[in-house]
T-cell receptor, first 111, second 111 residues
Framework: DAGITQSPRYKITETGRQVTLMCHQT?????MFWYRQDLGHGLRLIYY???????DKGEVPDGYVVSRSKTENFPLTLESATRSQTSVYFC??????????FGDGTRLSIL | KQEVTQIPAALSVPEGENLVLNCSFT??????LQWFRQDPGKGLTSLLL?????REQTSGRLNASLDKSSGRSTLYIAASQPGDSATYLC??????????FGQGTELSVKP
């Protein structure tokens, strides 16, 4: 089935560790996004990508790295996780003309 | 820098009431404005998308308006039902594809 899949759904890790959150979409959408959602802050844009090999910073990019070597994948890496990065992370994709489709989210806890 | 604000942060109404949710944005150079719904613990579901050249969009009991010059949008929900209880988010998209969200309005419709 066509869709957008995030993995893992839940992750617990320790400070200082590297963590990679995966996002895969089957529509060949050109745009992909990563957001974090925290109480009191709504959804904040971390990074977005307009096409393969094109990425740009959002509102809160510090501490995160992204890559997009293939159109369908947009992994998000926390190079050295900190407690402040505990959050729910959402990936989304869009063809640029219509509303984006969101994944179910990854709940990340950093101890 | 685009900033999106939603008022009120929370709203509780009795079933059957008509209600209005507000969204304001600071930069009027938008490509489109979108309204989403989020149920607890879930991802986002798109509701309405208004292109920058449009004034309003309607879907069933929902009507969204856009006044780009004043940086405002409203989401009107007619004859509210308990199933409408959720968090409603607005987001603005710029020409480059960046999609910025407000913090959301948490709606509770009491039977």
């Amino acid at each position: 089935d066509a869709g957008i899949t995030q993995s893992p759904r839940y992750k617990i890790t320790e400070t200082g560790r590297q963590v990679t959150l995966m996002c895969h979409q089957t529509w060949s959408h050109s745009y992909m996004f990563w957001y974090r959602q925290d109480l009191g802050h709504g959804l904040r844009l971390i990074y977005y990508s307009a096409a393969a090999d094109i990425t740009d910073k959002g509102e809160v990019p510090d501490g995160y790295v992204v890559s997009r070597s293939k159109t369908e994948n947009f992994p998000l890496t926390l190079e050295s996780a900190t407690r402040s990065q505990t959050s729910v992370y959402f990936c989304a994709s869009s063809d640029g003309t219509k509303y984006p489709h969101f994944g179910d989210g990854t709940r990340l806890s950093i101890l | 820098k685009q900033e999106v604000t939603q008022i009120p942060a929370a709203l509780s109404v009795p079933e059957g009431e008509n209600l209005v949710l507000n969204c304001s944005f600071t930069d009027s150079a938008i490509y489109n404005l979108q309204w989403f719904r989020q149920d607890p613990g879930k991802g986002l579901t798109s509701l309405l998308l208004i292109q920058s050249s449009q004034r309003e969009q309607t879907s069933g009991r929902l009507n969204a308006s856009l006044d780009k010059s004043s940086g405002r949008s409203t989401l009107y929900i007619a004859a509210s039902q308990p199933g409408d209880s959720a968090t409603y988010l607005c987001a603005v998209r710029n020409q480059g594809g960046k999609l910025i969200f407000g913090q959301g309005t948490e709606l509770s419709v009491k039977p």
